[in-house]
Nanobody, 115 residues
Framework: QVQLVESGGGLVQAGGSLRLSCAAS????????MAWYRQAPGKQRELVAV???????NYADSVKGRFTISRDNAKNTVYLQMNSLKSEDTAVYYC?????????WGQGTQVTVSS
């Protein structure tokens, strides 16, 4: 079965950095685009970054230049490096993969940025 497990969240001061990891299993990781989403309290879930099977990336305007998505196909892991964090980055961050039109999600990892 498909499983996505996020880790690396925590509490950080504004301007700081965190690196999130998502360990994937149950599908052929190397051929699938992967994505990070986030959801803040009272807000809709939003797409943060995507990476194709070949490493092409796209970012939400709000994080462009600050966040970097990457993947290690040998480890079946996708990462989100978050720099210059702002209070508005506070959210639960979710790893995502779409398989046969169905979206799979991890349990989420909390990122809290203090001002």
């Amino acid at each position: 079965q498909v499983q996505l497990v996020e880790s690396g969240g925590g509490l950080v001061q504004a301007g700081g950095s965190l690196r999130l990891s998502c360990a994937a299993s149950g599908f052929i990781f190397s051929i699938k685009p992967m994505a990070w989403y986030r959801q803040a309290p009272g807000k809709q879930r939003e797409l943060v970054a995507v990476i194709s099977s070949r490493g092409t990336t796209n970012y939400a305007d709000s994080v462009k230049g600050r966040f970097t998505i990457s993947r290690d196909n040998a480890k079946n892991t996708v990462y989100l490096q978050m720099n210059s964090l702002k209070s508005e980055d506070t959210a639960v961050y979710y790893c995502n993969v779409r398989l046969e039109t169905y979206d799979y999600w991890g349990q989420g990892t909390q990122v809290t940025v203090s001002s």
